[in-house]
């Protein structure tokens, strides 16, 4: 540790830290633009000019060293000049639009303007005018004679996204903020440009022009896409979401959020909002109130029960919906007697639980994701499923850490990867029973399959044996999977061999907190990918979800909805107007209280952070009514507080986070001939992001329904470098028409067609054969 003098005060830092950093911890502030505490110090605004005794001129704090005894001026004489100087040269071209500016009121140039800025200016020339830009529909460079060159937003995208997507052209006054070749930003975290910059240069293209900062009333809230739990602001006008932005949480999301988490409310103001209930009669809609839509529903389910028995009556929650809404669901069906509820509608292999009362997990704090010296990376599409938690890998990464994967594709993730396997699916079990023979091999242990020890599987072996920090993680596709339960076996058994800890991503915000309030199937029971292949289910409850855009096969979903008597739908949104014969409008999470679950077993409660639109009502409320409606007991609450501790009562919830499985690994038969890779593209995740404009029409978006197809196959079927229409078939489902690709990523008998999507909704289950051919 190295002890200096700052204003007079005594502070200690570590050694090779800068003055900017010693300041920061003696709470100190020093003017600055360009220094970022989560990027690299590039000292290009010169802002942060100190004075720093025995040295001839002011220093830049950010980019000064801290040496023993070294004694630092923020205030002095010296260091105001300094600063007042710069700031008269960051001025000298700065437009001072600040009346028209998107990022009056919130601008760190204006702001420091106020304290370091001459009331006039001594120079009369012209200004510099740099023409706009178009990067895409989230971020706006219409203004960029903003621009003070601070290369935040560089940076970020080199470091924090993984792609440098904007960089500096020119030199000198002549100087551009600009991207490659007319590109546009498409990273999934681009968003946080915006906050980062601290002039009006990047602003949010659909919030633009919408409010004043001082017009918004600012309020916590938690981000209900995926696992991460990201920390939100939701900022407020006139009883409307306007913006959100990230809330710093160093232990969760840092002072980062993913584009979905930022711009997914455009779907709350849209079009498709249900606003009352409504009810479907002689094939047409009706708006009716909520005693005759909520009786009609008891009436049915009532009905349902006396005539068919309470085993044909089923629930499907989303896993984005509340520990409260969810723990009611459960209740709600074992009250009528049934066992059969889930919110696993893609998982295949209806053997891979958590032990009662338990949930998978993790398996350890998100924060150490970025300290780990190796990872193992099992069926994920890293980037698009979990942004966040790439970006902490790719921290890692960047520090030295073994990155390895196995998976259906070579995804790029924007990291370095130091050893991969990719192969067909149903190949994933001997490719990873391959690697836990090479483990064996180094260990001197029984591997739990037979498999051989390839050149590929020594490589992942090895970054798993060395380091202290490591961590088998195991992604969407692999809980997926229909062999899910011999992927967790063998991971778990690699994990102990290698002294690694073993763990899910989790597909969703509530994906933890689901399995701990009992949302799953018990006793006798069916799972959601049973209930929708047997069609046997009479009275269908869906809370926020659409078993054909959210299930595991589609077409299969589709027979079983139509099959049903009753498919009552409880969604903020007009969801399933084909099947659906009830329309009930749940709040969605800005409108309702509740708490979600994330992957690490963090608890966030959340109130709701503007009124309920029209006759929208939160879904516990619909559920508790619903069960005073059918005389069940349990269900006497008067507030979303008292359902979470009947949910998830009064212990640590730690010590309910379990990842073993007492199952035991079994080769699945080889397939033969194209089989289907299914990821879910990061935009129609859920029914938020998918009404979501803007995020609709940035590059992930608009390419969401492009199939993917191995190069050798896009050239046997006299597909040109562009791609062209081919068809696709599964066995026992329908077929679509869709524009293909080369990919060379793709394993020779691997096709990667999207799920979750309209476009492939004709088609069967995510995993399995496929055909193709030339349309």
Not at 291 to 301: M, P, S
Not at 470 to 481: D, S
Not at 514 to 532: D, F, H, K, T
């Amino acid at each position: 540790m190295v002890e200096i003098e700052i204003d007079g005060k005594k502070v200690e830092v570590q050694e090779g830290s800068m003055v900017m950093h010693a300041a920061e911890k003696s709470g100190t502030y020093i003017p600055h633009f360009c220094y970022h505490k989560k990027l690299s110090i590039a000292a290009n605004c010169r802002m942060c000019l100190v004075e720093v005794e025995k040295a001839p001129k002011p220093l830049p704090a950010c980019a000064t060293p801290v040496t023993q005894g070294m004694i630092v001026r923020t205030k002095s004489d010296k260091a105001i000049k300094a600063q007042q100087g710069v700031m008269e040269f960051l001025l000298i071209n700065h437009p001072l639009d600040c009346p028209i500016c998107d990022q009056g009121g919130e601008c760190q140039l204006q702001d420091l303007a106020v304290g370091y800025g001459a009331s006039q200016s001594r120079y009369s020339e012209e200004k510099r005018v740099v023409f706009h830009k178009n990067v895409g529909p989230l971020i706006s460079m219409e203004e960029m004679s903003r621009c003070i060159h601070c290369t935040r937003c560089v940076r970020f995208g080199q470091e924090i996204a993984g792609q440098m997507e904007l960089g500096m052209a020119h030199r000198g006054e002549h100087s551009e903020i600009q991207t490659f070749v007319g590109r546009t930003v498409d990273s999934e975290l681009s968003g946080n440009m915006i906050d980062i910059c601290p002039v009006g240069a990047l602003t949010s293209k659909p919030f633009r022009y919408s409010a004043r900062t001082w017009e918004l009333s600012r309020r916590k809230s938690v981000s209900p896409h995926d696992s991460t739990g990201a920390n939100l602001v939701v900022q407020v006008k006139n009883n409307q979401v306007m913006r959100v932005v990230p809330l710093e949480n160093e232990d969760v999301n840092e002072c980062w959020i993913a584009d979905r988490d930022r711009f997914s409310y455009e779907a709350l103001n849209g079009d498709e909002r249900l606003s009352a209930p409504m009810l479907k009669q002689g094939g047409q809609w009706k708006t009716v109130d909520w005693t005759t839509a909520l009786e009609y529903v008891a009436n049915g389910l009532k009905q349902i029960k006396d005539q068919h028995g309470a085993a044909s009556i089923a629930a499907l929650g989303s896993e984005h919906s509340t520990v409260e809404e969810l723990h009611l669901l459960a209740q709600l069906v074992r009250g009528l007697g049934s066992e059969n509820i889930d919110t696993e509608l893609r998982k295949a292999d209806a053997g891979l639980r958590a032990g009662h009362g338990k949930a998978f997990w993790l398996g350890r704090p998100i924060a150490s994701l970025s300290k780990l010296d190796a990872a193992f990376v099992i069926g994920s599409f890293l980037r698009k499923d979990h942004p966040l938690f790439a970006q902490r890998l790719r921290q890692a990464a960047r520090h030295g850490a073994q990155i390895v994967a196995l998976g259906g594709m070579a995804d790029d993730w924007l990291m370095p990867v130091a050893a991969r396997i990719s192969a067909a699916p149903s190949n994933w079990v001997q490719q990873l029973a391959n690697v836990a023979a090479a483990v064996a091999q180094s260990t001197g242990a029984n591997a739990p399959l037979a498999g051989e020890a390839t050149d590929e599987a020594r490589a992942i072996a090895a970054a798993l044996l060395s380091g202290e920090q490591k961590a088998v993680l195991l992604g969407n596709a692999a809980a997926q999977h229909p062999q899910a339960s011999s992927l967790l076996a063998l991971a778990q058994w690699i994990a102990a061999q290698t002294g690694a800890s073993v763990g899910f991503l989790s597909a969703a915000a509530n994906t933890v907190g689901a399995q701990l309030v009992g949302a799953r199937p018990g006793q006798g029971g069916r799972s959601a990918v049973e209930l929708l292949e047997a069609t046997s289910a009479k009275a269908l409850l869906l809370l926020n979800v659409d078993p054909v855009l959210d299930g595991a096969n589609p077409s299969a979903a589709a027979k079983a909805l139509d099959a049903a008597e009753m498919v009552v739908v409880m969604s903020p949104f007009k969801s399933g107007l084909d099947y659906a014969d009830v329309l009930l409008p749940a709040a969605p999470f800005t409108e309702t209280s509740g708490s979600f679950v994330n992957a690490e077993g963090r608890l966030q409660s959340f109130v709701g952070v503007v009124k309920a639109l029209g006759e929208t009502r939160p879904g516990w409320k619909i559920l508790r009514v619903l069960g005073n409606l059918l005389g069940l007991s349990g269900f006497e609450f008067d507030s979303s507080e008292q359902v979470r501790q009947a949910a998830l009562g009064h212990g640590e919830l730690s010590a309910r986070l379990d990842n073993t499985t007492g199952v035991a690994p079994v080769l699945p038969a080889a397939a033969a001939g194209l089989e289907r890779l299914s990821p879910v593209p990061i935009y129609a995740t859920d029914a938020m992001v998918r009404r979501a404009s803007s995020l609709q029409l940035t590059r992930d978006g608009r390419d969401a329904a492009i199939v993917g197809l191995p190069t050798a196959l896009c050239q046997e079927l006299g597909l040109g470098e562009q791609g062209g229409l081919v068809r696709l078939s599964q066995d026992g489902a329908g077929e679509a028409l869709l524009t293909a690709r080369a990919e060379a990523s793709l394993p020779a008998n691997v096709v990667r067609v999207p799920a979750g999507l309209p476009e492939t909704a004709p088609l069967g289950a995510m995993f399995g054969s496929l055909r193709v051919s030339k349309a």
